[in-house]
């Protein structure tokens, strides 16, 4: 029996024995992979390190929620007008200030023509009329026409308001003419009038 029990034992031993050295591997497999641990702790941490300040960077560079806000609201508004389609459009044309001195520099150089040209006018009826004047002083055959001319010079020689007097002259001359036309169409109407009562 004590040959059965040193067997058993012997056994025993070598299974203990198997058993450790299982263990031993076990370990020694652990502590490897403790050691790879320890050296992907380092990466996590930097993995940790550059993941929050990838988040901040994102945190700033994002846009306020009030201009999100706004931003949204002029889209939908875009949209819409999209949809609708074009308006009315309205065409602004500007004028250069240039082109508005021009036409005023122009506008004032047609008005100097212009008074020019009148004033050309105005000397050639006072040549005209001087010419005449002198015609009828000159016509010999007409001696009463001639010293009527000669009292008439006297006269605007002598009367500074001679112009205002036959302006007023004629003012009164115009007037009786047109009332002396105004009588003759009252006549007639009265003529007229008769006429038709008589019928």
């Not at 002029?74 to 240039?98: A, Y």
């Not at 008439?152 to 009367?159: G, H, I, L, T, W």
């Not at 007037?175 to 169409?185: D, S």
Request: net charge positive.
């Amino acid at each position: 029996m004590e040959q059965n029990f040193d067997n058993t034992k012997d056994a025993f031993m070598e299974v203990a024995y198997k058993k450790i050295e299982q263990q031993d591997k076990k370990m020694a497999a652990w502590e490897e992979q403790l050691k790879d641990l320890a050296g992907n702790k380092i990466l996590l941490r930097q993995l940790i390190t550059a993941t929050e300040s990838l988040k901040e960077e994102v945190i700033k560079s994002q846009l306020p929620f009030e201009t999100l806000q706004e931003l949204s609201k002029k889209l939908n508004i875009n949209n819409i007008l999209l949809k609708l389609g074009p308006q009315k459009v309205q065409h602004h044309h500007h004028v250069p200030k240039v082109i508005w001195i021009a036409a005023g520099l122009f506008l004032g150089f047609a008005m100097v023509c212009s008074g020019w040209y009148m004033t050309h006018q105005k000397l050639d009826q006072f040549i005209m009329n001087d010419t005449k004047y002198r015609y009828l002083k000159l016509d010999t055959g007409q001696r009463s026409l001639r010293m009527i001319l000669d009292r008439v010079d006297k006269v605007y020689d002598s009367s500074t308001d001679m112009r205002k007097d036959v302006l007023d002259k004629e003012e009164v001359n115009r007037k009786n003419f047109e009332k002396l036309q105004k009588a003759e169409q009252l006549k007639e109407e009265a003529k007229a009038l008769e006429k038709s009562i008589k019928k």
